[in-house]
């Protein structure tokens, strides 16, 4: 069983930048791929981004590319996402996930998830 616990949410203004993080405990998240996902009120799951735990690459979705970075201290088990140039429409909760197979965009792929914490972006 894996725990990933997401803090570092909350409210910035348009243009501003906020870094949410990752902490992941339980049994070793070594080999899985994390990523970075949002969910605004009566949207569908949203795939952010991506870095596999041993090799570093990193994906990223379209809406966020250029403005977002993710990446991790496999010392400290924590993963991160770096949110630059926010904006409005980036308001959503922000969730943390665990992978250990498949396409790393997609939600069903995932095997842990954490509880989200809530992004709120003002203009």
């Known amino acids: 069983q894996v725990q990933l616990v997401e803090s570092g949410g909350g409210l910035v203004q348009a243009g501003g930048s906020l870094r949410v993080s990752c902490a992941a405990s339980g049994r070793t998240v070594s080999g899985y791929n994390m990523g970075w996902f949002r969910q605004a009120p009566g949207k569908e799951r949203e795939f952010l981004a991506a870095i596999t735990w041993s090799g570093g690459r990193t994906f990223y979705g379209d809406s966020v590319k250029g403005r977002f970075t993710i990446s991790r201290d496999s010392a400290k088990n924590m993963v991160y996402l770096q949110m630059n140039s926010l904006k409005p429409e980036d308001s959503a909760v922000y969730y943390c996930?665990?992978?250990?197979?498949?396409?790393?965009?997609?939600?069903?792929?995932?095997?842990?998830w954490g509880q989200g914490t809530q992004v709120t972006v003002s203009s």
């Open positions: 996930a665990a992978n250990s197979r498949g396409l790393v965009r997609v939600p069903n792929n995932y095997d842990y």
